[in-house]
T-cell receptor
């Protein structure tokens, strides 16, 4: 069984640039959630995709956007990068049966904005 | 909205000593509770979970947590810690209705030899 994989693992951007982060979900999972983990903080929910549609969004501006593809992999796009966007971005996949799911996390993409 | 509070940001403890990491949640409706562990430079791994039934849940590596509805708590305990338990521990909660998982700020457990 293949776990959740994310790419790239590390990247450095400058303010105003755009970034795309990628995530391959665990085999058999149809839901992907993205979280932002700033240094010393817990993960903050950005949004979730279920069967290629956005299925919930946290308190993040529209310059954070995403996609989910037919194979359930996903992308997180961030436009007009700001210094505060520096963080570890975590992707988690799950397969909801009923109302409660357990998340399986990738190792994250560490973004540094200079 | 659901919120999760982890009362201690850092907990140092000597090897083989007991430890308790505290977690409180806010919601009074049906809630599902989780503890995740994050080792350095890694993603989060599920340690244990409470969905329903017995209020005491256990992990395979000796951790346990007890759901206390009256105290709105889900504290994590281990009777004897090892050096390898050094990590960041996150408490998380999800209310019914497919709401997103909400995390606390984490507790850094440092086990001292």
């Amino acid at each position: 069984e293949t776990g959740v994989t994310q790419s790239p693992t590390h990247l450095i951007k400058t303010r105003g640039q755009q970034v795309t982060l990628r995530c391959s979900s665990q085999s058999g999972h149809n839901t992907v959630s993205w979280y932002q983990q700033a240094l010393g903080q817990g993960p903050q929910f950005i949004f979730q995709y279920y069967r290629e549609e956005e299925n919930g969004r946290g308190n993040f501006p529209p310059r954070f956007s995403g996609l989910q593809f037919p194979n359930y992999s996903s992308e997180l796009n961030v436009n007009a990068l700001e210094l505060d966007d520096s963080a570890l971005y975590l992707c988690a996949s799950s397969s909801y049966r009923g109302r409660v799911g357990e998340l399986f996390f990738g190792e994250g993409s560490r973004l540094t904005v200079l | 909205a659901q919120s999760v509070t982890q009362l201690d940001s850092q907990v140092p403890v000597f090897e083989e000593a007991p430890v308790e990491l505290r977690c409180n949640y806010s919601s009074s409706v049906s809630v599902y509770l989780f503890w995740y562990v994050q080792y350095p430079n890694q993603g989060l791994q599920l340690l244990l979970k409470y969905l329903s039934g017995s209020t005491l849940v256990k992990s395979i590596n000796g951790f346990e947590a007890e759901f206390n509805k009256s105290q709105t708590s889900f504290h994590l305990r281990k009777p004897s810690v090892h050096i390898s338990d050094t990590a960041e521990y996150f408490c998380a909660a999800e209310t019914s209705g497919n709401t997103p998982l909400v995390f606390g700020k984490g507790t850094r457990l440092s086990v001292i030899a």
